[in-house]
């Protein structure tokens, strides 16, 4: 069973950062391209922004233009955990924030297309950034 548990949220003030960590299981890791995403409250399920992904072997990052600069993508594949380091947050970046993997294995989902992504998730790490 795929498992995805992510941590590190918390509220901080403007310009402050955070590092959010998402621990994976029931999966090869090192198999998967990986994406965040981040989902408004009340939103449905199926819709969330794309944020970032990063493929299986760190090579190839991407990012969503609304973070590009102060979000920055990782993963250990060994410890089969994903991250995500915020810099310069701003009070629209306050969310609840989730680790999604695709599909397939040929999937690099930077989109916040729903049907790119498996329906595993997990609870999320709540991010709030206010004075």
């Known amino acids: 069973e795929v498992q995805l548990v992510e941590s590190g949220g918390g509220l901080v003030q403007p310009g402050e950062s955070l590092t959010l960590s998402c621990e994976a299981s029931?999966?090869?890791?090192?198999?998967?391209?990986m994406t965040w995403v981040r989902q408004a409250p009340g939103k449905p399920l199926e819709e969330f922004e794309y944020?970032?992904?990063?493929?299986?072997?760190?090579?190839?990052?991407d990012y969503a233009e609304s973070v590009r600069g102060r979000f920055t993508i990782s993963r250990d594949n060994a410890k089969q955990t994903l991250y995500l380091q915020l810099n310069n947050l701003k009070t629209e970046d306050t969310a609840m924030y989730y680790c999604?993997?695709?599909?397939?294995?040929?999937?690099?989902?930077?989109?916040?297309?729903?049907?790119?992504?498996?329906?595993?998730r997990g609870q999320g790490t709540q991010v709030t950034v206010s004075s």
């Open positions: 029931g999966f090869s890791f090192s198999d998967w391209a």
């Open positions: 944020i970032s992904a990063i493929s299986k072997n760190s090579d190839k990052t």
């Open positions: 999604r993997k695709p599909k397939s294995t040929y999937h690099f989902c930077n989109t916040p297309m729903y049907s790119c992504y498996d329906r595993a």
